[in-house]
């Protein structure tokens, strides 16, 4: 207020932009930059206590944790082109309806052929690096299922590691508009087979990445780990979701060691050994499909065999395990 009325007033009217951009604990150090600059000249100074200095945007930038998705999307356009030869689109998951099945977090990405879809902003860490991290690897996740034929599947191409059973159940398939939609339409709950097969994708990109590109192999599992943690509880689910939240833990632990109850050992084991099939640099797209038949057919014959609360009983057991 000394040095100038007009910055004092302006300060007070911008703090609440600054303390979301940058933290109450590094406003202290942003209003001594701005004093300093008030001091040796106060047009300057006030400028900067009203947002319109570069000098202002450029403290605030170095003080601020928080990566947006505005400033990085041409950097992160580049990279995903890099790793998949295509000029992928880079959008804000503000302009998805739906969130999907899988292991990222609340603000789920998601790709829809072209586009990789990232939330507008990221303030998960203290570190901007690790926070640009963060969005490098939910780029690297889509970009996968770009580079390694997601959206490439075809309802007629045979799989590689798994007998076709698609085509001996394909008379059931109405003509859809796309191969996807005919794989499902083999499904009376389409929804669910859909959920089953987004997770085995996933499992198998994810393997593939880690296999591919061992530069960002460490920082792609502590993302990942940090995801489980934040997965639901099992026993806030119902049992077909319960299913897929079991399938989606099985893809980010390694499961080879675990003791499952003995009420579930025999399909939760068949479950783990299908989904680690597609951990093969000769899986395709294909035998994800054929991974999802399977998987469906396991849930659909347990759910006959043993009672809803049983069964999430023990499954959700054997994820506490985990």
Known sequence: MPLSPTSAIEFLKVSPTLIQRIGICSLERWLSEGKSILKKRKEAGEAYFRLESMTGEKVLERLSSAVELEQVSEVLRMYCRALTGRNAQILSTETLKDRGIGWTSLERPSTEGTGVF??????????????????????????????????????????????????????RSRNGITDLERFFDLFADRRLAADIFTVVEDTRIDYLLKREYAGIRRRYEQVQQEALAERPPLNSLPLRQAFVEFLTRMSLV??????????????LRAATYILSRVK???????????????LYALLILSLIHISEPTRLGMISYAVFCL
Not at 136 to 149: C, D, I, P, S
Not at 154 to 168: C, G, I, Q, V
């Open 118 to 171: 990232l939330p507008p902003i990221v303030d998960r860490y203290d570190a901007k690096a690790e926070n640009f991290g963060w969005y490098k690897v939910m780029a690297t996740h889509q970009a996968g299922h770009l580079e390694f034929g997601s959206f490439d599947f075809s309802f007629d191409k045979e799989a590689t590691l798994f007998p076709n059973l698609r085509f001996e159940l394909g008379q």
């Open 254 to 267: 390694d499961l080879s060691q675990v003791e499952f109850p003995a009420e579930v050992a025999h399909e």
């Open 280 to 294: 093969s640099p000769l899986a395709t797209v294909e035998d994800s499909a054929e991974a999802t038949i399977r």
